[in-house]
């Protein structure tokens, strides 16, 4: 009786979980941590660039060369980077989970210990944790898995991952930096495509500013003005430098 009645609290408690309580977390941060390196800076260097060689005098055929090259040398070296941080990481995690392998097979009664400790952080008693302990010291996978991720904080990496990094850095990077070359693509003289490529580039940065705060929790508003800025900031530099080197 006893154990029929707990099979349907068990029962109720999933129904309840299903019909009533929906989660919202948002789940693709790495991805969009990828898309905001790539079009931020995207958006950035070429922009400063351009601003840079039409401060110089340069013509817009020149700008959208040099950009054009810029953007591809840009994508291809973010991308390299993103798949190198990505790759790291995972030989990261290879490493440490080699080493809890070998930690939970030459000192169980220490690793066991560790357990007892991580919980207790929690609050939980130890005639509460005791039984938990003893029952991961049965499921080795299962006691791996809980110490990479509760003591050395560690999830296993997608082993995809660093590919799709790469390709979605550099492809944000291509996406961000072709922006501030388009009014040269249009416009043959230099100084007049600037002024294009400033007001179309800012609306960009704002928009991407915004985008980026509404998916990272922050306050859309402030991150579409700081992202405008520095980029403003950024090709205001590179134009006052080429203008006193190249007046």
């Given amino acids: 009786m006893a154990n029929e009645e707990a099979r349907n609290s068990d029962s109720e408690k999933q129904r309840l979980l299903i019909s009533q309580h929906k989660e919202k977390h948002f789940t693709a941060g790495e991805i969009v941590r990828d ?48 798949y190198l941080a990505a790759k790291s990481e995972a030989d990261h995690y290879v490493r440490e989970l080699r080493r809890e392998q ?8 220490t690793e066991a210990a560790e357990v007892a400790e991580i919980l207790a952080e929690y609050g939980i008693e130890h005639h509460e944790y005791t039984p938990v302990v003893n029952a991961l010291r049965k499921n080795p996978q299962a006691w791996l898995d809980f110490m990479m991720k509760f003591e050395l904080g560690l999830e296993k990496p997608d ?23 388009i009014p040269y693509m249009f416009i043959p003289k230099a100084r007049e495509a600037l002024a294009g490529s400033v007001v179309l580039t800012l609306a960009a940065l704002l928009i991407f500013g915004f985008a980026k705060g ?19 900031i950024a090709s205001a530099a590179a134009f006052g430098m080429a203008k006193a080197i190249h007046p």
Wanted: glycine letters at 14%; zero cysteines.
């Fill in 35 to 82: 898309i905001i390196i790539g079009v931020s800076d995207g958006l950035t260097v070429p922009f400063a660039l351009a601003a840079g060689l039409s401060g110089a005098n340069a013509t817009s055929s020149i700008v959208l060369t040099a950009g054009v090259a810029e953007v591809a040398a840009g994508a291809i070296s973010m991308g390299l980077g993103g």
């Fill in 159 to 181: 082993p995809r991952r660093a590919l799709h990094s790469a390709l979605t850095i550099a492809i944000s990077y291509i996406l961000g930096g072709v922006v501030p070359l």
């Fill in 214 to 232: 509404y998916f990272t929790g922050s306050k859309p508003f402030k991150s579409a003005f700081q992202t405008a800025l520095i980029g403003a």
């Fill in 102 to 109: 070998e930690e939970i097979v030459n000192v169980p009664d």
